[in-house]
Nanobody, 139 residues
Framework: QVQVVQSGGGSVQPGGSLKVSCGGT??????????VGWFRQASGKQREAVAA????????YTDDAVKGRFSISRDNAKNILYVQMNSLKAEDSAMYYC??????????????????????????????WGQGTQVTVSS
């Protein structure tokens, strides 16, 4: 069984940057072959999908709400994924979660497949979820 552990986050002023990480333990092949989705949930609001990473191909997807500001990278040696958050806004404040699950079809339709996959992972019971990490953006 894969345990997903998150770290990072914190508090920052608008326009600032933060980085959150998501790693799978043990460092098994399972996590390195799965796709990883990032979600956020602000207080009193529904969970929303933010980004996705396809471990087998290193393809990334980011939602329009964060496109150009959030980017995903991977430390292959440590099997850890990072989301670098730049130009943060107050509306980015939320609890951020990552979840690993089997990938959808990885082809040229990755963007549309990723959106559907994120919708599936958000409600499925098959995924491995991290414990969440808080990001707060305020002046």
């Amino acid at each position: 069984q894969v345990q997903v552990v998150q770290s990072g986050g914190g508090s920052v002023q608008p326009g600032g940057s933060l980085k959150v990480s998501c790693g799978g333990t043990p460092l098994s092949s399972t996590f390195s072959t799965y796709c990883v989705g990032w979600f956020r949930q602000a207080s009193g609001k529904q969970r929303e999908a933010v980004a996705a990473f396809a471990s087998p191909t290193a393809m990334t997807y980011t939602d329009d709400a964060v496109k150009g500001r959030f980017s995903i990278s991977r430390d292959n040696a440590k099997n850890i994924l990072y989301v670098q958050m730049n130009s943060l806004k107050a509306e980015d404040s939320a609890m951020y979660y990552c979840a690993a699950d089997k990938c959808p079809v990885l082809d040229e339709a990755w963007d549309s497949n990723a959106r559907r996959w994120l919708g599936y992972v958000a409600v499925a019971v098959s995924g491995y979820w991290g414990q969440g990490t808080q990001v707060t953006v305020s002046s």
